[in-house]
T-cell receptor, first 115, second 113 residues
Framework: NAGVTQTPKFQVLKTGQSMTLQCAQD?????MSWYRQDPGMGLRLIHY???????DQGEVPNGYNVSRSTTEDFPLRLLSAAPSQTSVYFC??????????????FGSGTQLSVL | KQEVTQIPAALSVPEGENLVLNCSFT??????LQWFRQDPGKGLTSLLL?????REQTSGRLNASLDKSSGRSTLYIAASQPGDSATYLC????????????FGKGTKLSVIP
């Protein structure tokens, strides 16, 4: 099993450009989420989904869009990249929501730089 | 708002030493607590999950304890090895059915051969 696959691993954007970070999982997890990790700030939740067709905002959703058309995929879209979005992005999935007694599985991350 | 603190931010120990990593949280009404390991340039790997009704969980050389009333958890690593060098993070969901985890900023562990 591949687990949680994120692409690309690295990306450099210019301010104002848009792009999509991909996340795919083959564990049949209902819960999928996107976090960003910044030095000194720790991990913060951007958006999450509890199943196909259902998404909701996390702690820092501004500037990002998500959709969940299948159980397996949960792409994160940057609408108009800004330098403040320079970060490492992680997709994380689980059988249940974060409040259930299920471990969270992380992808290997996408390192994004916005110039 | 739940806040999670991990002290120290960095720790360096000689190989073979037993060590304890600390995690504290401000709201004791947690549903569970997870300990994660993060290697440089990699994602997080869940090591142990302690349910609120449990006092501890063990996996190999790792033992995690939870004291909800005092808002503390510890991760005990026995007979440390250089391969244990990584950043260790703890995280809690605010409550049952919660959709996010609140993470500590981690303790960076270096085990010196």
């Amino acid at each position: 099993n591949a687990g949680v696959t994120q692409t690309p691993k690295f990306q450099v954007l210019k301010t104002g450009q848009s792009m999509t970070l991909q996340c795919a999982q083959d564990m049949n997890h209902e819960y999928m989420s996107w976090y960003r990790q910044d030095p000194g700030m720790g991990l913060r939740l951007i958006h999450y989904s509890v199943g196909a067709g259902i998404t909701d905002q996390g702690e820092v959703p501004n500037g990002y869009n998500v959709s969940r058309s299948t159980t397996e995929d949960f792409p994160l879209r940057l609408l108009s990249a800004a330098p403040s979005q320079t970060s490492v992005y992680f997709c994380a999935t689980s059988y249940g929501t974060a409040g259930t007694n299920e471990k969270l599985f992380f992808g290997s991350g996408t390192q994004l730089s916005v110039l | 708002k739940q806040e999670v603190t991990q002290i120290p931010a960095a720790l360096s120990v000689p190989e073979g030493e037993n060590l304890v990593l600390n995690c504290s949280f401000t709201d004791s009404a947690i549903y569970n607590l997870q300990w994660f390991r993060q290697d440089p340039g990699k994602g997080l790997t869940s090591l142990l999950l302690i349910q609120s009704s449990q006092r501890e969980q063990t996996s190999g050389r790792l033992n995690a304890s939870l004291d909800k009333s005092s808002g503390r958890s510890t991760l005990y690593i026995a007979a440390s090895q250089p391969g244990d060098s990584a950043t260790y993070l703890c995280a809690v969901p605010p409550g049952a059915g919660s959709y996010q985890l609140t993470f500590g900023k981690g303790t960076k562990l270096s085990v010196i051969p």
